[in-house]
């Protein structure tokens, strides 16, 4: 199986400042990468596809990037409703796997 | 309205069997491929089980593999997951989730508590 490795786990941040978030597979998956955001008490939200896709309707202040291990997703500039659990999640194979996630707080 | 509604969560003693349901309304159901993850409380997203649009291509975690099946109806648009020796770690809200790759739509998901 392959493995996502999220980091940090946990990031304080201000708003407006600039983020990124980094995501390791175990082997290549190509561009066969997702981000969502995860809000409490809420079902997730797909952000990015294929590594750098944006999805419609989210804010051109997220961004993806990498290809074959290594991924980030970046935040250009931090809003208060940005303030949330992302994860990364490969569907290059079965079975699909997500990171851990990565909390983002408020500083 | 894209959406999907999962039901059949409860509370279920060890060992036991639960079936959940997911109905899925203003899109084709029969043209996507569908998946189940499940989050544990407190605890991040873990993906459980998908099946193709045609059942032909399904996969499980191996955290549930030979204890969870997963199948579909696309004349009724509905994707079930039949849960059989429920343990304490299979405690989740489950959400079912469209997506041939990536996932994107999403239900509200459903809650599984397995005690005694």
């Known amino acids: 199986d392959i493995q996502m490795t999220q980091s940090p786990s946990t990031l304080s941040a201000y708003v407006g400042d600039r983020v990124t978030i980094t995501c390791r597979a175990s082997q290549s998956i190509s561009w066969w990468l997702a981000w969502y955001q995860q809000k409490p008490g809420k079902a997730p939200k797909i952000l990015i596809y294929?590594?750098?896709n944006l999805e419609s309707g989210v804010p051109a202040r997220f961004s993806g990037s990498g290809s074959g291990t290594e991924f980030t997703l970046t935040i250009s500039s931090l809003q208060p409703d940005d303030f949330a659990t992302y994860y990364c999640q490969q569907y290059n194979t079965y079975p699909r796997t997500f990171g851990q996630g990565t909390k983002v707080e408020i500083k | 309205e894209v959406q999907l509604v999962e039901s059949g969560g409860g509370l279920v003693q060890p060992g036991r069997s639960l079936r959940l349901s997911c109905a899925a309304s203003g899109f084709t159901f029969g043209d996507y491929a569908m998946h189940w993850v499940r989050q544990s409380p407190g605890k991040g997203l873990e993906w459980v089980s998908g099946?193709?649009?045609?059942?032909?291509?399904?996969g499980y975690a191996d955290s549930v593999k030979g204890r969870f099946t997963i199948s579909r109806d696309n004349a009724k648009n509905s994707l079930f997951l039949q849960m059989n020796s429920l343990t304490a770690e299979d405690m989740a809200l489950y959400y079912c989730?469209?997506?041939?790759?990536?996932?994107?739509?999403w239900g509200q998901g459903t809650t599984v508590t397995v005690s005694s």
């Open positions: 099946i193709s649009w045609n059942s032909d291509t399904i």
């Open positions: 294929k590594a750098s």
């Open positions: 989730a469209r997506g041939d790759y990536y996932m994107d739509v």
